[in-house]
Every structure is written in structure tokens, then in C-alpha cells.
């Protein structure tokens, strides 16, 4: 979407500059600002250029960024995803892998015969897989967990900016590209709330699998280290933007309804 909507408005800036030799009918794409004279050319030619470079850089920054970030949460969650999966089949596994008993005897009949240091073995090694994704989930938060705060507060500012202009715009391409913006900076911070959301709903089905392995009969020590994992799955990974706030659904939202709340306050004080 970003792409998108940076490439627009590159194109519309070039179709202006092309199609009309006026000067009063050139645009610039981010706004006059600039210490060359515009209305000649090439001064105009080199602002253009100059603007549209700059937010094509900035747009692959952040956007490359966002995508890195989006890509280790979906890479933790879908690593609880397994964990999950390992531990449905924990008891299974380890009697036709491990023990290799007959797999053709009913699991019912075979779990009590699993002994101890079979389960103990298939056990640790959930432990270590979880420990290890947790410790991922840890890792990156203190990597991004600042620049998740710097993402969160500056889309506040922008969404507010860019409701604003859009409320007071009239040209009708100007207030798509603007719709087409705040539709980016929804899908930013909505991608990286989605997925913070489902690394927190993916590490408590953790619990959830461990209760459905197939426990019943078999050795009581394994039966506790399964109780000990549910207890530590119940509480889930949580990942912070700068210790302010979860990365999850919840502040997706509470960022949309503060902007429009920051934009409200600003149309009254302004009226």
C-alpha cells in the first residue's frame, strides 16, 4: 500500500510536469518548501527529483523495516504453532520412535508401558524448544522494542496530521493519495499488532496441547512436568513497544481512537 501510493503520486507529479509547460500548473508531490525557485525550470525538475528520491528511500526504510519486524513475530508464533503440534503427539512419538514399541497396540493400552526415561527424553526436549522461542520472543523484543514505541506514537501524530489535511482538502486526487497514506499507516501498525497478538495466542495453546497429549496411564513424574508446563504456557509471551504497551489487537485500536480523538480536539480549538 505504501509503494502504492508513493508511486502515484510520483506518476501524477510527472504527468503534470510533461503534459503542461505552465508553470503554475507543476506541483510538487511533498509540498513547496524548498530555497530553489520552483516556477523555472530546472530548478523545478531538481526539487521533483529530489522529493520523490527521498520519500521512495524513506518508504523503503520503513516499509523493509516493518516487514522485518512482522516476519520474526509470525516466525515466533509459528514456532508455538509446533510446540503445540510436538506436544499433541508427544506421548505417541516417543512410543513408536523412541521406546518402538508396537504401534499397532491401541494407545490406551500402550502408555503405561512407556517407561520413564523414554518420556523424560522427548520431554526435555519440548523444554529446550520452548525455552528457546521464548528466548527469541525476549531477544527481540529488547532489539525492537523502542523503535515498536517510536512506531506507535509517530503513526498517532501522522494519522492526526493526515485526518486533518484530508478534512480540508478539495482537490480530489490530493485526498485519495492522503486516504491512500492513512491506509498505510493502518496496515503498519495493523500487521504488527496482528501478529503480536497471535504470539500471545499461540504461547498459551501451549497449555491447551499439553492437556491433550495422551497422559492418562502413564508415568506419574511425566504427569507433573506436564502440569509445570501448563502452569508456565498460562502465561504468555507478551512483547512490549518500549515497556508502555503490548503489541497486540487492543493497541491497534486504542491508536486509531486516540488520533481521531487528537483531531476532534484540534477541529474544536480551531472552530
Known amino acids: ?21 505552465d508553470p503554475q500548473r507543476w506541483v510538487l508531490a511533498y509540498g513547496p518548501l524548498t530555497i530553489l525557485d520552483t516556477t523555472k ?7 521533483l527529483f529530489y522529493q520523490n528520491f527521498a520519500m521512495s528511500c524513506c518508504t523503503i526504510l520503513f516499509t523493509a523495516t516493518d516487514l522485518l519486524i512482522a516476519s520474526v513475530l509470525a516466525h515466533i508464533s509459528y ?4 510446540l503445540q503440534n510436538y506436544m499433541t503427539r508427544l506421548v505417541k ?3 513408536i520412535v523412541d521406546y518402538k514399541g508396537n504401534p499397532n497396540v491401541e494407545m490406551s493400552k500402550a502408555t503405561p508401558l512407556i517407561p520413564w526415561k523414554y518420556l523424560q527424553r522427548s520431554h526435555v526436549k519440548f523444554l529446550k524448544y520452548h525455552l528457546a522461542v521464548i528466548d527469541i520472543a525476549r531477544e527481540m ?9 517510536l512506531v506507535y506514537l509517530g503513526t498517532i501524530g501522522l494519522l492526526c496530521f493526515e485526518i486533518y489535511r484530508g478534512s480540508v482538502l478539495t482537490n480530489y486526487l490530493q ?28 504461547s498459551q495453546l501451549v497449555a491447551k496441547a499439553a492437556y491433550e497429549t495422551d497422559f492418562v496411564g502413564t508415568d506419574l513424574r ?37 488520533s481521531y480523538s487528537a483531531f476532534m480536539i484540534l477541529r474544536s480549538a480551531q472552530n
Do not use: H
Open 1 to 21: 500500500m505504501a509503494f502504492t501510493t508513493v508511486s502515484c503520486t510520483i506518476l501524477f507529479t510527472l504527468y503534470r510536469r510533461i503534459a503542461n509547460s
Open 93 to 95: 512419538d516417543t512410543y
Open 222 to 258: 511425566f504427569q507433573k512436568a506436564l502440569i509445570l508446563t501448563m502452569i508456565r504456557s498460562q502465561r504468555p509471551v507478551k512483547l512490549t513497544a518500549g515497556k508502555f504497551a503490548f503489541i497486540q489487537l487492543f493497541t491497534f485500536t486504542w491508536v486509531v481512537k486516540t
Open 175 to 202: 485526498m485519495v493519495r492522503t486516504m491512500g497514506e492513512i491506509v498505510s499507516f493502518l496496515v503498519q501498525i495493523g500487521t504488527l499488532s496482528f501478529w503480536g497478538e497471535q504470539v500471545i495466542f499461540q
Open 41 to 47: 525550470s530546472p530548478y523545478y525538475e531538481i526539487t
Open 79 to 82: 514456532q508455538f504453532k509446533i
Open 141 to 149: 523484543e529488547e532489539a525492537f522494542s523502542t523503535l515498536l514505541l
